[in-house]
């Protein structure tokens, strides 16, 4: 008797994180923001700015493209893996790997994902490595090479323990 209560307690706790999914929401309605801030700035001093500085505000959308993109992968693949399913024949235009992601699967997204977007701030310090300290390039090299290393280590692990996690 006790145990079927616990579990059910249990069990209903993970409605504890749908809270958080729709804190992610408005993140991404922040990101949004700066986003429209980004093109604002891009459109009204497009003229003005030299080729590099064009490319670098280019570079700070696709950074927050992606970005916004890994929050959605948060937000649908953990709803979908720790709450509730979604049907998704209720949604024509849902995505395919939405309904089949796995948390191995949620793992490597995530991962592949920030190391594309350490890559883009990489870029952004080597486009602009005339105003960028070396120490920082530095900095931004070792981060970015932590993030592909780590990226390689638990796509390993995972294969090696069988999990392909599709």
Same mark, same amino acid.
């Given at each position: 008797m006790i145990e079927r209560v616990l579990e059910k307690i249990l069990f209903a706790s993970r409605w504890l994180l749908a809270p958080l999914y729709l804190g992610l929401i408005l993140g991404l309605i922040a990101i949004l923001v700066k986003a429209?801030?980004? !093109?604002?700035?891009?459109?009204?001093?497009? =003229?003005?700015e030299s080729e590099s500085e064009v490319i670098l505000a280019l570079l700070g959308l696709i950074d927050l493209t992606l970005t916004g993109s890994l929050v959605i992968i948060v937000i649908f693949s953990g709803y979908?893996?720790?709450?509730?399913?979604?049907?998704?024949?209720?949604?024509?235009?849902?995505?395919?790997?939405?309904?089949?992601?796995?948390?191995?699967? !949620?793992?490597?997204?995530?991962?592949?994902? =920030?190391v594309a977007i350490s890559a883009i701030q990489l870029l952004r310090a080597f486009m602009n490595v005339q105003n960028t300290p070396d120490r920082d390039l530095a900095w931004y090299v070792g981060i970015h090479l932590t993030f592909v290393v780590s990226g390689l280590v638990l796509a390993l692990t995972d294969k090696m323990g069988g999990d392909a996690g599709h």
């Open positions: 429209g801030q980004h !093109l604002w700035h891009l459109a009204t001093h497009m =003229i003005a979908e893996n720790f709450v509730s399913r979604i049907d998704a024949s209720d949604h024509p235009d849902w995505p395919e790997w939405m309904a089949k992601i796995d948390f191995t699967g !949620l793992k490597l997204k995530l991962l592949s994902s =920030i």
